[in-house]
């Protein structure tokens, strides 16, 4: 019996090719000009600068003067991202626009994708159990001629031959198609957690963004945790 074309009886699928349209040519997105818009901030970023290194906050004028030098860079920097959302802003749109409408193509593939590799993944679970039961088969009628030739080696007063040696079918874990496409089986070990309180600590980690919510509501001890106070200036232009 040939175990393998028993298993695999069907005439593969065929999927005709599909001719896609050719790419949009010419989008306007010239980086050169861009870099160009941006150039008279390099001089005043420089100016600022200096101005910061140079600055020793010792007293209440030099505090603030360093806030009020403080307060430039900070309207210079939204000046820049607003000429950055500028120059984005239509291509930023064309992008949004392009993936929405690629996604409504993307994931239906992919749900296909997942719905073919789960059934290919159901062959392949079924037809291990049938190379192991053919295995498992072979074995007993091993051992059962095994056990005929020794009832007759002991009623003929002569040596009994040595056990046969397992006979393994071969695993055949990949698939191929016509179209040169393969499928490959692995094995892999997963896992899921069923119940929480039953997870080893070494398993587990701390979530910052808990913590943080809990000591800016008002917590100030967690076992394990430093918990301690900064001063952060905070800028208001």
């Known amino acids: 019996m040939d175990f393998n074309a028993a298993l695999w009886d069907h005439t593969p699928l065929r999927v005709p090719s599909i001719p896609l349209p050719p790419m949009p040519l010419g989008v306007p997105f010239d980086l050169s000009a861009a870099k160009q818009s941006f150039a008279p901030y390099a001089d005043k970023l420089a100016n600022v600068k200096a101005q910061a290194n140079g600055l020793k906050v010792v007293d209440d004028p030099t505090a603030s003067q360093a806030t009020a030098i ?17 120059l984005i802003e239509e291509p930023s749109g064309y992008v949004k626009a392009v993936n929405s409408m690629a996604k ?77 496409v393969s499928a490959h089986v692995r094995k892999v070990w997963k896992a899921e957690v069923v119940d929480e309180s039953q997870v080893p600590r070494e398993f587990c980690s701390p979530d910052m963004k808990l913590i943080d919510q809990a000591v800016k509501g008002g917590i100030r001890e967690i076992a394990g945790v430093r918990i301690w106070e900064e001063n952060t200036t905070i800028l208001r232009t």
Do not use: C, W
């Open 104 to 180: 409504m193509f993307t994931e239906p593939a992919g749900e296909i994708e997942t719905l073919l590799k789960r059934k290919l993944s159901a062959f392949q679970s079924q037809r291990e159990l049938e190379r192991r039961k053919a295995e498992e088969e072979i074995r007993k009628a091993q051992a059962e001629l095994y056990k005929k030739q020794q009832a007759e080696a002991k009623a003929a007063h002569v040596e009994a031959p040595p056990p046969p040696a397992p006979i393994p079918i071969k695993a055949e874990t990949v698939t191929r198609s016509d179209t040169g």
């Open 70 to 86: 403080a307060g430039d860079v900070k309207r210079l920097a939204k000046s820049i991202d607003q000429r950055r959302k500028g």
